[in-house]
């Protein structure tokens, strides 16, 4: 801990990268936690193209059940603490596979969702998008052209939002220090994120409740929750 706090100093840029264990202390369950499934299905069935193409309502369904989980879940310690790391490190980043907007909520500007947001509506045929926290009926219609509407986040096997992979790539190859926070490490192309930023020198450092596929690869790594290991990470940070 005392020697990944000496990396936070203000000099250093830091990139860090979030997935879903750090809402897990939100009550937001992870895919591949013990709360995982929905009803009999596997979310990553759920969340594709082609599940959507056959089944809308049924995909609508999950999404708007997602929708109003997370919409009554807070922050939780981790999320503020990297609220928090923004405000002490001129140069930071971070970089979110989280759809659940828990980051903003937690007061982080500086961010980047790489897959878009729950709140977020797009159209499947015209170009409408939308910010829209409200209730949806079962299958949302597009108001200019009336064909479905679709979640603004990016789907299992579909590319990344243009330009999105670009940016993320240029600021982990100029990290001087990449955190791994929450995530399972299976979904690319973030999994070889530490790759990258390790081949530009970048110190490295895992942050999850436990071990995962890159854990042997980290400089450090710390195993146990976020929502407790983030808050001492940060505390003592100067200006
Ligand atoms: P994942 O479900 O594959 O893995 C979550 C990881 O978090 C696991 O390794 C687990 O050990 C760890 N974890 C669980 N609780 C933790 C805690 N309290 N503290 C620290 N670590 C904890 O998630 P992923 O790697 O982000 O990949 C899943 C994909 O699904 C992502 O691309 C994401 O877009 C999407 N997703 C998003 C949300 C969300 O927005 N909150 C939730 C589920 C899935
Ligand atoms: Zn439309």
């Known amino acids: 801990m005392e020697m990944v706090k000496a990396l936070l100093d203000g000099s250093k840029k830091v990139v860090v990268l979030t997935g879903a264990g750090v809402s897990a202390e939100s009550g937001v369950p992870t895919f591949r936690g013990r709360d995982g499934l929905w009803k009999t299905h596997r979310p990553e069935d759920l969340a594709r193209p082609d599940a959507f193409a056959m089944n809308p309502e049924l995909v609508w369904e999950f999404y708007n059940w997602r929708r109003d989980l997370v919409g009554k879940c807070e922050p939780n310690p981790a999320h503020l603490a990297l609220a928090e790391m923004e405000r002490h490190i001129p140069n930071f980043l971070l970089i979110t596979q989280n759809v659940d907007g828990l980051h903003a909520a937690a007061g982080s500007r500086k961010y980047l969702e790489m897959h878009g947001s729950l709140w977020q509506l797009k159209c499947t045929k015209c170009t409408h998008a939308r910010d829209d926290r409200s209730d949806l009926p079962p299958m949302p219609e597009c108001p200019v052209c009336g064909h479905l509407l679709r979640p603004g986040v990016v789907w299992f096997g579909e590319p990344l939002i243009p330009g999105v992979l670009k940016l993320a790539i240029a600021q982990i190859s100029s990290a001087d220090v990449f955190i791994s926070v929450g995530t399972s490490n299976l979904v690319q192309p973030a999994a070889s994120f530490y790759q990258l930023a390790r081949e530009h020198g970048?110190?490295?450092?895992?942050?999850?409740?436990?071990?995962?596929?890159?854990?042997?690869?980290m400089d450090f790594a710390m195993h146990g929750k976020a929502g407790e290991i983030l808050p001492e990470l940060v505390t003592g940070l100067s200006e």
């Open 202 to 217: 970048a110190v490295t450092v895992e942050v999850n409740l436990e071990p995962t596929a890159n854990t042997g690869f």
